[in-house]
């Protein structure tokens, strides 16, 4: 079969105590610090609501991912920056409802913020919508850097999740300051273990990702 590797775990991964599956955590209990905005947790994505399986703003990855991740904040905060993060493990029925959202071609209420350029019919021919994420295996994470002192995220030329070319780390229609903040990101993510989905500029997956054939379904709560 073509996903006979590919193991569904749901909400029964969770003992009796709510506690999460063996080999993840909450990131906050690592990096206590750490700025999170789950945007699926909120209207403030393309879908324009909140995603089933997001409960909570509550960052999960797995252990490794979570190590990794501390070394990259506390190297950036000798600079007078931090992270913020848009989301990490991302449960299978919200790539689920991602899906049946992109189906349905009149709900575009969006559509002028993240896929102005893009026909919504055309988003999974494009690659900007899947049935499999790798978000759901727990060691993929979205995120910025942004500054100490305001907490305001550098300018990195496109927003988080636009649907274009604008969002490929390649992109040459930007300044060369917004380049230079990408390649910061870039960098300092490389350093400590991760590698970049080309086409999006906030997009890390740990490399030797302990879970690389397993999509999880837990809820986020």
């Known amino acids: 079969m073509k996903y006979q590797l590919i193991i569904f775990f749901s909400i029964l991964c969770l003992n009796s105590f709510g ?3 063996e ?12 700025d999170v905005e789950l945007r699926y947790f ?19 990855v797995t252990r490794p991912t979570a190590n990794a ?10 600079h007078n920056l931090c992270l913020k993060v848009y ?5 299978q029925r919200a790539v689920n409802h991602f899906v049946k959202w992109a189906r349905d071609i009149n709900d575009t209420i969006n559509k002028q913020l993240f896929y102005p350029e893009v026909n919504k019919q055309n988003l ?31 300018d990195m030329g496109s927003p988080y999740d636009y649907f274009g ?14 380049k230079a903040n990408r390649q910061l990101l870039q960098n300092i993510m490389l350093k400590y273990g991760f590698r970049n989905y080309p086409k999006e500029w ?8 302990p879970f690389p054939n397993t999509y999880f379904d837990f809820p986020i709560e």
């Open 19 to 21: 506690q999460l599956p």
């Open 124 to 154: 999974f021919k494009l690659g900007y919508i899947a049935s499999k994420s790798g978000h759901s295996r727990g060691s993929t994470l979205d995120l910025t850097i942004i500054d100490g002192n305001t907490g305001i995220a550098l």
């Open 69 to 78: 991740l501390k070394l990259v904040h506390e190297e950036l905060q000798n």
């Open 165 to 178: 070319e604008e969002s490929w780390v390649s992109y040459s229609g930007i300044s060369e300051e917004q």
């Open 42 to 60: 909120s209207s403030n994505n393309f879908v324009g609501k909140p995603i089933e399986g997001y409960e909570t703003n509550k960052l999960i």
């Open 202 to 209: 906030w997009h890390f997956t740990l490399i030797g990702e």
């Open 23 to 34: 080999g993840f955590v909450s990131v906050k209990e690592v990096i206590p610090d750490l």
């Open 87 to 91: 989301d990490g493990y991302r449960p």
